[in-house]
């Protein structure tokens, strides 16, 4: 059985599969259709995506994490979902500013969690 943690986690990357297809999804999917059509299909996705993200930082605050850390966890777990989809998706290059970027986030990880006890 997974660690309420380890299950939050697993949920948080649920959840932004499912954001990422919904914020960034209809350019690929539905890029002629009507506006109305690409709001209506991303309200949709992103329904799925709170079914999983609510739950996630429900069982994190049960846990004793902080806002702080909930946000963090949760742009880290975005930038790592995101760059695969743009790259495998949206056929985009792979730069080395995204690694970057994700250390600059684990230095935002290490001043977030540093002070927990």
């Given at each position: 059985m997974l660690s309420?943690?380890?299950l939050a986690l697993c949920l948080l990357i649920i959840s932004?599969?499912?954001m990422t297809l919904a914020w960034y999804g209809h350019l690929?999917?539905?890029?002629?259709a009507p506006i109305w059509q690409?709001?209506?299909f991303s309200w949709c996705i992103a329904?799925?995506?709170?079914?999983f993200m609510i739950p996630a930082t429900k069982l994190l605050n049960q846990h004793g994490w902080s806002l702080g850390e909930m946000?963090?966890?949760q742009e880290v777990?975005?930038?790592m979902v995101f760059v695969p989809f743009m790259i495998f998706v949206f056929k985009q290059p792979f730069k080395l500013d995204y690694i970057w970027a994700m250390l600059?986030?684990?230095g935002c990880v290490y001043f977030v969690f540093r002070n927990q006890s």
């Open positions: 309420p943690t380890l932004n599969c499912f690929k999917i539905l890029h002629d690409a709001i209506l329904l799925l995506e709170y079914s946000k963090i966890t777990v975005t930038l600059c986030l684990m």
